[in-house]
């Protein structure tokens, strides 16, 4: 993946890579690239995600005060195996895989373009997300990044942030970000591309908390301007 990094950050990211030799040979087998944390949201409702500078991470929960902060759901539309394959019935209990949800930049001005919006652009908190990237897209996107990737982050001089995100899978377009769209450029708006379609693969990642704080149940916090690095999973090296 590319970097986007300006040279101060770029040189804070490689000083943690400074150790020993063996130790330095893991972390860049393990390394696929680092972006910039654009923007940082809290979802109150799962309707629509209001941008606020900083976010609230609880190891196995999510972020303090969103509404996909839990560790159990219950079963939706989405899990075809237990409900249609299992008869497992709508509302039962299950792991919360979806505590975060992080989407790009550059992969939403893309399924803005398609959706003809206007100036190719997505607005911040539309897609319901917890946190905006950039500069991980890469050449087969950022939403293609594998179950098992690990996200880690540090502050702009390079000072490491305590929580990690463990991702879960890609995150699935649902209706919520098209209605939100409508209110947000007006009723009269006339879609190209309906968002589902234009998000299929392009809707960011779903993530849970692995780390938050150094103390259970406290949290650690993530900020808009900090550098986000993603992990290939240690069995894959």
């Known amino acids: 993946m590319r970097c986007v990094l300006s040279a101060e950050a770029a040189a804070a990211l490689e000083s943690r890579f400074a150790g020993p030799g063996n130790q330095q040979k893991m972390l860049r087998e393990l390394f696929i690239g680092a972006g910039l944390v654009e923007a940082t949201l809290v979802s109150l409702d799962s309707q629509l995600s209001e941008p606020t500078p900083t976010i609230t991470l609880v190891e ?4 303090v005060e969103d509404c996909h902060a839990c560790t159990v759901t219950g079963l939706s539309g989405h899990d075809t195996v237990q409900r249609f394959f ?15 949800t992080i989407v790009s ?10 959706m003809g919006l206007p100036a190719d652009w997505m607005p911040a908190g539309m897609q319901v997300e917890n946190m905006i990237v950039t500069g991980l897209d890469g050449l087969s996107g ?13 502050s702009p001089d390079g000072e490491p942030r305590t929580p990690t995100l463990y991702v879960t899978g890609p995150n699935v377009p649902c209706a919520h970000p098209q209605r939100n769209l409508r209110q947000h450029f007006g009723d009269n708006l006339e879609f190209s591309v309906p968002y589902a379609a234009a998000a299929r693969s392009r809707r960011g990642l779903i993530a849970v ?24 999973p240690v069995w894959s090296v």
């Open 60 to 63: 196995n929960m999510g972020v």
């Open 86 to 100: 299992l008869g497992l019935p709508k509302g039962a209990p299950k792991a919360n895989l979806r505590q975060v």
């Open 105 to 114: 930049r550059e992969e939403g001005n893309s399924v803005a373009a398609q």
């Open 142 to 154: 950022f939403s293609n990044l594998s179950p098992g990737t690990l996200l880690a982050f540090l």
């Open 209 to 232: 908390v692995e780390t938050g704080g150094l103390h259970e149940g406290v949290g650690g916090q993530i900020y808009a301007g900090d550098i986000v690095s993603a992990w290939r």
